[in-house]
């Protein structure tokens, strides 16, 4: 009888620490917290505000991430705190705005500097928890590897152990939004079309790959790999907006033109030629004029309807540099000069910005000005 007993009380003790999910995502309160801390080794925690846009908009995401992972039997889990509630608990953690994410290991929290869509959280998760580049011992592998990715970057070595191989594997661990891969076989090498000591980009767009030819360190590769996985002509929006203006580029080309223009898929091939010539000193970025998205960048440019298209340089620094082209027709010749004008220092930007108004902030279409167009729109 004593026995029963003590099996009722250790059955309602187990019920009562279960915590709650939804969608595959653990429900945290100051009560369950650090048990959830010492029940998973892995757990990204999101402290949200139930009345924050941003939080409303990556919820669907966060719960696919976590569902994926959950089909996975993995052990990384997904977690939130609703910070209105648990103002205490998301106070001990810094958070200051919402939602804010943290990553723990082992109980040890670090800022998650991920995208915001669920394969963006995945492949950031994964490679906080596992090898920065996937093994690729054979061709079946490889091709695996390069079709499930947008963007797959492999070093092909004839020894793991080199210089060029943990060069490479430390640029891996410091990338954290696009796969790598790694691979000691010739066959490999051979059925990739490429030989070992070598370091290829492939990629769903564009002329499918491209070749690194720099200096074996982990900065020239980053750098390789952040200049050729940016599309030609790379498609703006709130979304995007921080995966195109990330890195080492300060100065890009404007292309802002309709989508849905007669005329767009020739603009879209005049661009894409001339971007490929320029792309190591000025990467292009398509505002897509018939998107809601471009309604803060037109009006940031003064560029009435009547307008488009047309084309600006912007560049990027302690303060915004606009550069206004002189010719309306968007040809390769035109472009070309432009760009051109401007690495020679021939061009004058062009100044002009607004009083940040109070109620900038206020609709869905945000008013943008030069204090603040960095912080929002890119």
């Not at 309160?29 to 757990?43: K, R």
Request: proline content about 3%; aromatic content about 10%; glycine content about 6%.
């Amino acid at each position: 009888m004593r026995t029963a007993v003590l099996l009722l009380a250790l059955f309602g003790l187990t019920l009562a620490a279960e915590i709650e999910t939804e969608e595959n995502v653990l429900v945290l309160t100051n009560d369950n917290f650090q048990q959830a801390l010492e029940e998973n080794q892995y757990m990204l925690v999101e402290f949200y505000a139930p009345w924050c846009g941003h939080c409303k908009a990556l919820a669907p995401q966060y719960a696919a991430a976590a569902t994926a992972l959950a089909e996975e039997n993995s052990e990384i889990k997904l977690a939130k705190v609703d910070a209105t509630e648990e103002s205490e608990l998301a106070q001990s953690f810094g958070v200051q705005g919402y939602p804010t994410i943290k990553f723990f290991k082992n109980g040890n929290p670090m800022d998650y500097s991920g995208g915001r869509t669920s394969d963006e959280i995945i492949l950031w998760l994964k490679k906080k928890t596992g090898p920065p580049a996937e093994a690729l011992p054979t061709p079946e592998d490889a091709n695996a590897f390069i079709e499930k990715n947008e963007v797959a970057v492999i070093g092909f070595f004839e020894d793991a152990e080199s210089e060029a191989a943990k060069e490479f594997t430390a640029a891996a661990d410091a990338e954290d939004t696009l796969s790598f891969g790694i691979t000691t076989s010739k066959e490999v090498a051979e059925a990739l079309e490429t030989t070992l000591d070598s370091i290829v980009l492939f990629k769903k767009f564009d002329e499918g790959r491209a070749v690194f030819s720099g200096d074996f360190t982990k900065e020239d590769i980053l750098d390789f790999v952040l200049m050729e996985q940016r599309p030609l002509l790379s498609k703006y929006s709130m979304k995007t907006a921080s995966e195109i203006f990330r890195g080492a580029m300060h100065t890009f080309l404007l292309a802002l033109y309709s989508s849905e223009s007669e005329d767009a898929e020739t603009l879209g091939t005049t661009l894409r030629t001339v971007a490929a010539e320029v792309k190591e000193k000025v990467p292009f970025v398509h505002i897509d004029t018939s998107q809601e998205d471009s309604k803060g960048m037109t009006e940031f440019f003064g560029i009435a309807d009547a307008a488009v298209p047309t084309t600006r340089i912007v560049s990027l620094g302690d303060n915004i540099n606009k550069f206004v082209p002189e010719f309306s027709d968007l040809t390769e010749g035109n472009i070309r000069n432009f760009i051109q004008e401007y690495l020679d220092g021939k061009l004058t930007a062009h100044l002009n910005s607004e009083e940040l108004p109070d109620n900038w902030n206020e609709e869905a279409v945000k008013v943008l000005v030069g204090q603040n167009f960095q912080e929002v729109a890119l």
